[in-house]
């Protein structure tokens, strides 16, 4: 099974752009990659999925190098309410993605 | 449009005791699966279902069971309950069961204490 790894936090102040790196060495030629954001007692709220080269949308970017081992999650000017954990996840190999292998996440703290 | 809606949000039951957790899923979303998330870790799968039928199964012991409905919601079933059973049940929903790029989406959960 593809298995992530990411740093465990990480601190950041507003206004900064914030790089979050997941590696996936494991990752299967059908896998995307998907990352989510969950805030304490709430559900993980999809972010950004991609399969390869660069995706963006309205609250982030997704760099995925051509050997896709690895993955950038990029955050424009930070805020406060940032504060989350962040999930990297790559289905489990088979291409059934109704089974997401979850990590422990990176704790982004923001800071004023 | 509404999300992935789940009940109850919150809950207190006795050890020994049954439970039962509902998911409402996204309009047109016909797979539903079902997360345990214990508190300082990442949620951990526990079934999927799509069309009705049991896709997927993780590791959990044979006292949590799952079932679809026609109209695509879910329940989750947990028998003689343990403290340790004690977590966030989150449901999620996709349009497809599998495939790349099949994006699935959380409810806010069910808060599950145990005494």
């Known amino acids: 099974l593809a298995k992530t790894t990411q740093p465990v936090s990480m601190d950041s102040y507003e206004g900064q752009e914030v790089n979050i790196t997941c590696s996936h060495n494991?990752?299967?030629?059908?896998?995307?990659i998907t990352w989510y954001q969950q805030f304490p007692s709430q559900g993980p709220r999809f972010i950004i999925q991609?399969?390869?080269t660069k995706v963006t949308n309205e609250v982030a970017s997704l760099f995925i190098p051509a050997d896709r081992k690895s993955s950038t999650l990029s955050l424009p000017r930070v805020s406060l309410s940032d504060t989350a954990v962040y999930y990297c996840l790559v289905g489990d190999g088979t291409g059934n993605t109704g089974k997401l292998i979850f990590g422990q996440g990176t704790t982004l703290q923001v800071k004023p | 449009d509404a999300g992935v809606t789940q009940s109850p949000t919150h809950l207190i039951k006795t050890r020994g005791q049954q439970v039962t957790l509902r998911c409402s899923p996204i309009s047109g979303h016909k797979s539903v699966s079902w997360y345990q998330q214990v508190l300082g870790q990442g949620p951990q799968f526990i079934f999927q279902y799509y069309e009705k039928e049991e896709r997927g199964r993780g590791n959990f012991p044979d006292r949590f069971s799952a079932r679809q409905f026609p109209n695509y919601s879910s329940e989750l079933n947990v028998n003689a309950l343990l403290l340790g059973d004690s977590a966030l049940y989150l449901c999620?929903?996709?349009?497809?069961?599998f495939g790349s790029g099949n994006t699935i989406y959380f409810g806010e959960g069910s808060w599950l204490t145990v005494v």
């Open positions: 999620a929903s996709s349009f497809r069961d």
């Open positions: 991609g399969y390869k």
């Open positions: 494991n990752i299967a030629t059908n896998d995307y």
